[in-house]
C-alpha cells in the first residue's frame, strides 16, 4: 500500500477513481498528454470486473442498434495492436494479443439465421463497410476440426480477436508507475467536492485535490457521479466463467463462448444473469455453461475443470457505454462500459485526449445519459 | 430432478465425522457421510478397518483407538459413501460431489463440515525437487501400504507430529540419518507461560517427553537450532544434498529423501468457498472459521468439527464431533436444551481438558519465520511457479492483498487453489506492508473446490 503523507503528494492535475482496466486505459493516455495522474482505487476485495472478465477485443454484432457502438468497437480494434506494442516496449509484457478473427457458434440453423440477419442489418447500417462471413459446419471445421457434430455452423469476424487481460491490467499498471503516476488503493472514495480549483476527493484515508476528475468505477460510478452533475444509470450483470486445466492447442481462433489462451488454459463462459451485487457461482449456470461448451467441442468433456468464478459486468439500461462530461462542473468526466478490453486502445487514445483537450471528433454525444431521461 | 434429502451431511469420515454420525444416529436423523478417502478413519486413523501393518507397536495404541470410532459408526445407521468428492456447496446447503467419475448432488438441513487439517506448507529453497516429502505423506505410505521412503532419510522441522512419525518409521525399521529440528531458539522459554494449563492434560505431556526419550534412545542423530534449510539436486534433478545451518555453520549432509513438517492448520478449503466468517489464530500462525461453543459457523445450519474448525487434534476432533452432533438434533427437535447439556456435560469436559494443552504446543513449535515468509528465491506458488521475492515486488507496486497479487502473478491460480501458497504469500504481504495478517485476508475460493471434467459436470444439465 502506498500512502502519501504530504499535502502537495496528494494533488495531482488529473484524479482518476478505479484502477481496472479502464481507468488505467485513460490514465495512460492523459499521461501521454503531459497530465499528471493519480489513481484512487479499492484494496484487495472490491468487485473488480476487469479481473474477471474474458479477455476477448470483439466486434462482430456489437452495436446493432448503435451504428456508433460499432463504429468505436471496430476503432479501437483497429487501434489496438499500436496500443498493444506500446505496453511492450514500455514494460516487456507482452499482452498476448491475437487479432487474426474470431468465431460465433451456433448450435441451431434457426440461430444461425437469426445471427446471420442481424450482422447484415450492421453490415447496411455502415454502409457496407462490415466484414462478415457465415460458416456451415463443414466450412467451420476448415478453422477448427474439433467443432461438434451439434453444431449448425458460426459467423466469422475477420477483426475479432483477443487477450490475456490480466498481463493487459498488469503491463498498463507498470508503465503507468513507470510514467511517475500513482496509485493510492486505501479505499473507496465516499465524496467529491468541485472546488474553484478542481475538486477534491475524500476517502477514510484521507483527502485527495485534482484539477480534473475522471469517474472510471465501474459500478461504483453511480454513488459518485451524482456529486459532479453528471449520471450513472448502472446495473450489476453477472457472468460465470470456466476454467480449464491447460490443454494442448487446438483453438486457433477465439468464440464468443470457448477460447484458449497462449498458455493452452481454456475459458468457458458468457452466461448473463440479473442477480444484483452477487458475484457468486451456482452449479446449474456452471453445468450449463460445461454443457454448451461441450457441445461445440465435444474433446473439452475430458478436460478438467480447475475453478469457475462469478463477476458483475458494469451494465446501462441500454448495454452501451457512458461517455460524458459534467455540464455543471466542467473538468469531471465519465467513462463507464463493460467491454473494457475491446475499448482499451480507444480509451487511452481518442477518449483520453477528448478529455485532456475537452475535444473529440467522436460521436460522444450518443454516449450521454440523457439518453435514459428522455 | 429429484434430490435426496438428508437431516445431517457429515463430510469427512476421520474422528470429528466418525463420532458425529454415531451420536446423530441414536437420535434417528437420517444421515450421509461425503468421505474423499475409500475407507473410514481420516488421516490419522487412516485404513484403520483394514491395517497395513501386522506389528502394532509400529504405529501405537493411539492409531488403534481409530476402531471404537469405526465400530460405533458401524452400529450407526449412516450412509456411508466412500470416495466421494465434494465440490460445491450452495448457501441453500445443496452439495455436488462426484463418485466414480459421476456428479450427484443432495440437500442437507444440517450440513456438518469434518475435513480435517492439511499439512502447514514448508517453502524453503528447493522444496520442490522430487524426493522432498512431508511428514504426513510419508505416514499416508505407512499407514494404507505399509510403504516406507528410501534411505538415506532426513527429517527435518518442528512439531509433535514430526517427533511421532520419526518414532513410527524408526520402529518400522527405516533407517533415519538424522532429525534436524528447526524449532527456534528460545521457544521453551517462550512457552513456559503456557506450561500450567497444558499440566490438565498430563497423559498427553508425558506421551510426548517419552518420544523423546524414545528417539534419544534410539542413537539417531538429534540437531537442534537447524535453520537456512537448502535442498540441493544431484545431476539428475532428484534430491541429493541437503545443506543447513547449525549455530552459523554451514552443513551439508547426502540424502534421498527428506521428510519436512512445520505443523498442521485448518483445511479452509470448503469454509471459504462457503463465504464462512473466518478468524486469523495468532498463536497458530492459521486461518480457522469462526465458530459458536457448539461449533456453528457464521451461517446457521453449517457446522464445523475437528481440526478443520481450529487444530487441536483427534481425541478434541472426536469430542467436538459428538458436541457437535448433540446440537444438531437439539436443532432438529430431537432433544430439548436441557438433556443437550446434561448430555454433553461429559465431552465438553474431555474436550476441555484436550484444548488445555494447546496453546503450549503451539507458542513452543510456531515455524521459524524463513518457513513464513521466505526467502526471496524460494517458489512460493508451486503450481504456477511463483517466487516469494516476485510477491515482495508486487506489494512495492502497490497489491494489498492476495486477490491482488493473484491477478498480477497467477499465484494461487493452479490446480491447488492455493492450498499450497494461501498462507505463505498472505504471511509476505503482511511482513511488506507491516500490517498484521488479518487486515491482509485471503484467498477467494472458487467452487469447483476439487477439480473435475467438463463433462461430468455438463452431465448435470441434461
Given amino acids: 500500500m502506498t500512502q502519501f503523507s504530504t499535502d502537495s503528494q496528494r494533488r495531482a492535475d488529473v484524479c482518476v477513481l478505479g484502477g481496472g482496466i479502464v481507468g488505467l486505459a485513460v490514465a495512460l493516455g492523459l499521461q501521454r498528454n503531459g497530465l499528471s495522474v493519480t489513481i484512487l482505487d479499492e484494496g484487495d476485495s472490491a468487485l473488480r470486473a476487469s479481473r474477471g472478465n474474458f479477455g476477448l477485443v470483439w466486434v462482430q454484432g456489437k452495436g446493432d442498434t448503435l451504428p456508433e457502438y460499432a463504429a468505436i468497437s471496430r476503432l479501437s480494434a483497429q487501434l489496438w495492436a499500436n496500443h498493444a506494442q506500446q505496453l511492450k516496449d514500455a514494460t516487456g509484457i507482452d499482452v498476448q494479443l491475437q487479432q487474426r478473427g474470431g468465431l460465433f457458434l451456433c448450435l441451431s440453423e434457426p440461430e444461425l439465421r437469426e445471427r446471420q440477419a442481424m450482422l447484415t442489418r450492421m453490415r447496411v447500417a455502415a454502409g457496407g463497410d462490415y466484414p462478415f462471413e457465415t460458416l456451415d459446419l463443414q466450412q467451420l471445421r476448415e478453422f477448427i476440426p474439433e467443432a461438434g457434430p451439434e453444431v449448425a455452423g458460426a459467423t466469422w469476424g475477420p477483426e475479432d480477436g483477443h487477450l490475456n487481460p490480466l498481463l493487459y491490467l498488469r503491463a498498463m499498471t507498470e508503465h503507468f508507475l513507470q510514467r511517475g503516476g500513482k496509485i493510492d488503493n486505501s479505499g473507496k472514495i465516499s465524496r467529491i467536492e468541485p472546488t474553484d480549483s478542481g475538486f477534491t476527493l475524500t476517502s477514510d484515508a484521507g483527502q485527495w485535490h485534482g484539477d480534473q476528475v475522471v469517474l472510471a468505477a465501474g459500478l461504483g460510478n453511480r454513488d459518485l457521479a451524482p456529486q459532479v452533475g453528471l449520471s450513472a444509470p448502472l446495473v450489476p450483470n453477472r457472468g460465470q466463467v470456466l476454467i480449464c486445466e491447460r490443454v494442448k492447442p487446438f483453438l486457433n481462433y477465439p468464440t464468443g463462448h470457448v477460447r484458449q489462451t497462449n498458455e493452452g488454459t481454456l475459458q468457458l463462459g458468457d452466461s448473463k444473469e440479473d442477480v444484483g451485487f452477487d458475484p457468486g457461482t451456482t452449479t446449474d449456470v456452471i453445468a450449463k455453461i460445461a454443457h454448451r461448451a461441450s457441445q461445440m467441442f465435444p474433446l473439452l468433456r475430458d478436460v478438467r475443470l480447475i475453478r469457475a468464478w462469478g463477476a458483475l459486468r458494469v451494465m446501462t439500461p441500454d448495454g452501451y457505454p457512458l461517455y460524458e462530461a459534467s455540464k455543471q462542473y466542467p473538468g469531471a468526466y465519465l467513462v463507464t462500459c463493460h467491454s473494457g478490453v475491446t475499448l482499451g486502445a480507444l480509451h487511452e487514445g481518442p477518449i483520453a485526449d477528448w478529455i485532456a483537450s475537452d475535444r473529440t471528433e467522436l460521436p460522444l454525444e450518443v454516449f450521454n445519459a440523457k439518453r435514459f431521461t428522455l | ?462
Fill in chain 2, 1 to 462: 430432478m429429484n434430490i435426496p434429502v438428508y437431516d445431517l451431511v457429515i463430510i469427512g469420515a476421520g474422528p470429528a465425522g466418525m463420532s458425529a454420525a454415531a451420536t446423530a444416529s441414536s437420535h434417528g436423523l437420517k444421515i450421509v457421510i461425503l468421505d474423499e478417502q475409500t475407507a473410514p478413519g481420516g488421516q490419522i486413523y487412516r485404513s484403520i478397518s483394514n491395517p497395513a501393518i501386522a506389528d502394532e507397536n509400529i504405529l501405537g495404541a493411539d492409531y488403534y483407538h481409530g476402531r471404537s470410532l469405526l465400530t460405533a459408526m458401524r452400529y450407526a445407521n449412516v450412509d456411508y459413501l466412500p470416495g466421494s468428492i465434494v465440490w460445491a456447496v450452495s448457501p441453500d446447503l445443496s452439495i455436488s460431489f462426484s463418485r466414480a467419475g459421476k456428479s450427484s448432488q443432495i440437500k442437507a438441513k444440517k450440513l456438518l463440515i469434518a475435513t480435517g487439517a492439511q499439512e502447514r506448507p514448508v517453502p524453503f529453497p528447493g522444496w520442490t525437487l522430487p524426493g522432498v516429502l512431508t511428514c504426513g505423506a510419508a505416514q499416508i505410505l505407512l499407514k494404507s501400504s505399509g510403504l516406507t521412503p528410501a534411505a538415506p532419510l532426513i527429517l527435518a522441522g518442528s512439531g509433535p507430529l514430526l517427533l511421532l512419525i520419526a518414532a513410527q518409521l524408526n520402529r518400522a525399521g527405516v533407517e533415519i540419518e538424522a532429525i534436524l529440528d528447526t524449532t527456534p531458539k528460545g521457544r521453551y522459554l517462550k512457552s513456559l507461560r503456557y506450561l500450567p494449563a497444558a499440566l490438565r492434560n498430563l497423559p498427553l505431556l508425558i506421551k510426548g517427553v517419552g518420544l523423546l526419550v524414545e528417539l534419544k534412545r534410539s542413537g539417531i542423530r538429534y540437531v537442534n537450532n537447524v535453520s537456512q534449510l537448502k535442498a540441493l539436486p544431484g545431476s539428475n534433478q532428484l534430491l541429493s544434498k541437503l545443506q543447513y545451518s547449525v549455530d552459523n555453520r554451514i552443513e551439508t549432509s547426502s540424502c534421498t529423501t527428506l521428510l519436512v513438517h512445520q505443523g498442521v492448520v485448518p483445511n479452509v478449503q470448503l469454509t471459504r468457498a462457503l463465504q464462512l466468517e473466518h478468524q486469523w489464530d495468532e498463536l497458530q500462525q492459521c486461518w480457522k472459521p469462526s465458530l459458536d461453543s457448539w461449533g456453528e459457523s457464521s451461517q446457521a445450519g453449517i457446522f464445523v468439527a475437528g481440526d478443520s474448525g481450529g487444530i487441536a487434534g483427534a481425541r478434541a476432533a472426536e469430542y467436538m464431533g459428538e458436541l457437535t452432533a448433540q446440537r444438531i438434533a437439539q436443532q432438529l427437535g430431537k432433544l430439548n436444551k436441557e438433556s443437550l447439556l446434561k448430555q454433553t456435560a461429559k465431552a465438553g469436559r474431555l474436550l476441555y481438558q484436550q484444548q488445555a494443552i494447546r496453546p503450549f504446543l503451539d507458542a513452543m513449535y510456531q515455524p521459524a519465520d524463513e518457513f513464513l515468509k521466505p526467502s526471496d528465491e524460494t517458489l512460493v506458488c508451486r503450481c504456477e511457479e511463483v517466487t516469494a521475492g516476485q510477491i515482495r515486488g508486487m506489494v512495492a507496486q502497490g497489491c494489498t492483498g492476495p486477490n491482488q497479487t493473484k491477478a498480477f502473478s497467477r499465484a494461487g491460480m493452479g490446480p491447488c487453489q492455493g492450498r499450497l501458497c494461501g498462507l505463505t504469500v498472505a504471511q509476505i504481504i503482511a511482513d511488506e506492508r507491516k500490517v498484521p495478517v488479518k487486515d491482509v485476508g485471503y484467498y477467494k475460493i472458487r467452487s469447483p473446490i476439487k477439480p473435475l471434467t467438463i463433462g461430468e459436470i455438463a452431465d448435470l444439465a441434461e
